[in-house]
């Protein structure tokens, strides 16, 4: 019986020459992620090693990685006595991945970790934020888990009690219209599957739209697997994931591609093809409350939101500068443009997109994930609306459980930033 | 015998029960104040001590879905809360048997506040209505983890095994 690309990964991580989905295995990890909650698995871990007579000390430093992203810089003083504590532990460790606030090294750890060269196809990575899916793009098996499980992983160096997910084929096929992209294909998705459609499975993509897809989309669409419930979404490596290792990532040594056999076994398939495919939104209060523009064109918003560990990379703000480039936004529309890291956040200066988000009236904030999940800046009023490119609406989200938060695309965004209403990007004018 | 005390819908996801804006407050012994902060009639009732320990929330389908934050499960353990949800969402499910939340997997159960349930391992019964509904039996090896009292004496005992 073949496998699929997650069975290789546990296979491989796990010692043994093939895994069955349901199997329980422990895999050795690759890379274990984590932000601002390693103030908590640093609780939990001094409290795995209590009452022995071991000095704790974690298993591989150089094999953790710690991103402070979710409040930066801190907010108040609990936030920034966390990240003090976080300091020391990383001194006293010696881990070397490491990323500060700092404008030469910050950013939010799903964009660090891909352009940093830290993830490889085939790897085991965990990290402790359920959008660590998003490192499936480079095909690895990357998952989230909590802080008490990173606590056991740094002190065992493998994951505990792993079930063998079963896989789900996605064929996305065709050629996404002018004005439609990753974004969308994903929030289709996640409407299709529903929240819990992917519970305990993994999100597998192929097609031809993935092949042409670059590394920044991929990131896109499996980052939001873990909105239908997926443990993770994973693309099997190709050229595109060579070409942006070493291009993008410094990555210089020989990479294996792990691909699934032919015959592998899949719990179901889904065709999509992307060339039908309108602008998506997804509505308040759901991530799976998706719908075609059509339906939601028109409709008020107080605020855009543009980045995240979804959409604020290089090609989102070029394709916002681009819509907004000597246009005006919207009067009582304000307009937030966080981008995903530093390094994207520089390289928009020198290419001039954030001059011209800027003149047309937008506000950059410093790379983060504050905004997304209500716990750092650009809260929402009662009663109002914001239309953002982030993954999530739940109420209360963007910390105000009396706002609603509407989700699409960074060309919705952009285009509805000058209308201040929601508009198809597609209508011209843009 | 449980009391239900909360009945939720489907796909409760964790910024419910313990929303981002606290997610500064980390400590298992601290977040507890926190539950369910948005429903103020709740919250108040559980920091208030007016919600007895082994009391349940049933709940539908994807019980604690969306952010991996373990706050979500520790701040239910702190008030001695179980859970009866038709299912739960992976990471969630993973967090509360490592920290000793009882989460019980009942696909059919039906129960509204007030009722009481009787919880027998295999079975909920609600006493109220007179119905029994099946449970979903955890895997073995999460069983195992639940049985020697969470992840940490879980982890502590084969650290202390390897290091031998």
């Not at chain 1, 801190?74 to 006293?92: G, L, P």
């Not at chain 1, 409709?299 to 070029?318: A, P, Y």
């Not at chain 1, 209308?419 to 004018?429: F, H, L, Y």
């Amino acid at each position: 019986m073949g496998m699929t690309v997650v069975e290789k990964i546990l296979a491989r991580a796990t010692g043994v020459e093939s895994v069955k989905v349901g199997e329980v295995v422990e895999p050795e990890v690759d890379l274990a992620m984590s932000h601002e909650n390693a103030a908590l698995v640093i609780n939990q871990f001094l409290q795995v090693y209590e009452g022995t007579d071991l000095d704790p000390h974690v298993w591989d430093p150089d094999r953790i990685a710690i991103i402070l992203d979710h409040r930066v810089p801190a907010e108040s003083a609990k936030t920034a006595t966390n990240q003090k504590k976080i300091r020391a532990f990383v001194q006293d460790e010696g881990i070397g991945k490491f990323h500060d606030i700092r404008g030469d090294q910050g950013g939010i750890c799903h964009q660090i970790l891909p352009e940093n060269g830290y993830v490889r196809p085939g790897a085991v990575v965990v990290g402790t934020d359920s959008h660590t899916t998003s490192h499936g793009a480079l095909g690895s098996l990357a998952f989230g888990v909590g802080a008490t499980e990173m606590a056991a992983v740094w002190a065992l160096g493998r994951v505990l009690n792993v079930e063998v997910p079963g896989t789900i084929k996605v064929v996305v096929d065709g050629t996404f219209q002018e004005g439609v992209g990753p974004k969308d294909l994903i929030l289709h998705l996640v409407g299709k599957l529903t929240a819990q459609g992917a519970n305990f499975k993994v999100l597998e993509y192929h097609g031809e739209a993935i092949q042409s897809m670059s590394t920044s989309g991929r990131l896109v669409i499996c980052n939001m697997a873990v909105e239908a419930g997926a443990t993770s979404g994973i693309i099997p490596s190709d050229d595109e994931t060579l070409r942006y290792l070493s291009d993008e990532a410094g990555v210089e040594e020989a990479i294996e591609w792990v691909l699934p056999d032919i015959d592998a076994e899949y719990d179901r398939e889904i065709f999509i093809d992307v060339a039908e495919l309108s602008p998506q939104i997804a509505c308040p209060h759901r991530v799976d409350n998706v719908r075609p523009i059509s339906e939601e064109s028109g409709r008020k918003i107080d605020q855009i939101v543009i980045g995240s560990c979804t959409n604020g990379r290089l090609d989102d703000l070029e394709t916002a500068a681009r819509t907004l480039k000597g246009k005006r936004i919207a009067s009582g529309v304000r307009m937030l443009v966080f981008p995903a890291t530093w390094r994207i956040y520089r390289e928009a200066l020198r290419q001039g997109f954030l001059m011209d988000l800027v003149e047309a009236g937008a506000t950059i904030m410093n790379p983060g994930c504050g905004c997304c999940l209500g716990i750092h800046q650009g809260a929402l009023g009662d009663g109002e609306v914001a239309l953002s490119t982030t993954n999530r609406n739940f109420k209360g989200r963007m910390g105000n459980p009396e706002a609603e938060v509407y989700l699409c695309s960074p060309a919705v965004a952009a285009a509805s930033a000058i209308t201040g209403e929601i508009v198809d990007p597609r209508a011209g004018g843009f | 015998m449980a009391k239900v005390v909360l009945k939720m819908e489907d796909d409760i996801s964790t910024d419910i029960i313990y929303p981002g804006r606290f997610m500064a407050t980390v400590l298992p012994s601290e977040t507890p104040q926190f539950t369910f902060a948005d429903n103020l009639e709740f919250n108040r009732q559980l920091v208030e001590g007016k919600v007895l320990k082994g009391s349940a929330i049933v709940a539908g389908y994807n019980f604690g879905s969306g952010s991996s934050r373990e706050q979500a499960a520790s701040t239910l353990e702190g008030h001695g809360l179980i859970v009866v949800a038709r299912s739960f969402a992976r990471i969630f499910l993973q967090n509360s048997i490592n920290l000793g939340l009882r989460t019980i997997a009942c696909p059919e159960i039906e129960a509204e506040v007030g009722d009481e349930l009787e919880l027998t391992g295999d079975r909920v019964l609600n006493k109220t209505t007179g119905m029994s509904f099946e449970v979903e039996p955890l895997p073995a090896a999460r069983q195992a983890i639940v049985d020697a009292g969470g992840l940490i004496p879980y982890a502590r005992r084969l650290l202390v095994s390897e290091a031998k």
